[in-house]
């Protein structure tokens, strides 16, 4: 069941996504060539306990950190380590925070250095994608409507959305109904409401193959070892239409 989230807290949970948007805007300007993924983790740590927030993400089904650092052909779930940023790696990040007793949760995904154009389409495509899901959070629509319209779009443009992870509902759990793949046909699945909250997440590759998870449990790779991209919004249905209360993008 599809949880309406009421004003008091709609307006906690855009305090939280507005806390996190800027956390995560610190992060990113740490980013350069030779800066570790585990001095990111650190920092977005230090950053969400001062913010006296908890780390969403840690200790969450196991996950040992804040961050989720996911390098080139890393969809999602990436483990921060000692690994070093290189000048041209795309790098995913994810992160979450739980204040108040509500959740929020966005990502996205940055170049380090200079990229080539391959990866620079990548993110757009991506990005893009985003947008017309984000645009169907409409009260009246179907959660297949998301789905459709992120689905389609980046076929359209000659590439594949990763099947095996989804978007989800958010509020008092970071991980709430209804599920949000980035597939599917439209006008299917539950009617959207006003007071339903969205995390909307394609994660977009090249090939067409199933995703494999490496030895360490969580970290999630192309099966081709190519790039992948992934932004993620935090969207509320409201009378007005989709309010974006955060979102990763270009």
Known sequence: MIKIKSSSELEIMRENASILRKILDKVVSKIQPGVTTQELDNYAEKLILEADGSPAFKNYRGFPSSLCTSLNEEIVHGIPSQRE??????????????????????????????????ASELMEVTNRALTEGINQV??????????????????????????????????????????????????????????????????????DDKVEVLDDGWTTVTADRDLSAHFEGMVAATKDGPEVLVRGGL
């Open 138 to 207: 409409v009260a009246g629509n179907r959660i297949g409507d998301i789905s459709n319209s992120i689905g389609s779009f980046v076929t359209a443009q000659g590439y594949n959305v990763v099947k095996e992870f989804v978007g989800h509902g958010i509020g008092r759990d970071m991980h709430e109904d209804p599920q949000i793949p980035n597939y599917g046909e439209p006008d299917t699945g539950e009617r959207i409401e006003e007071g339903m909250v969205f995390c909307i997440e394609p994660m977009v590759k090249f090939d």
């Open 85 to 118: 940023l290189e000048s041209g790696d795309l790098l995913s990040l994810d992160i979450g925070i739980e204040k108040d007793g509500l959740f929020a949760d966005f990502a996205t995904t940055v170049p380090v250095g200079e990229v080539t154009d391959k």
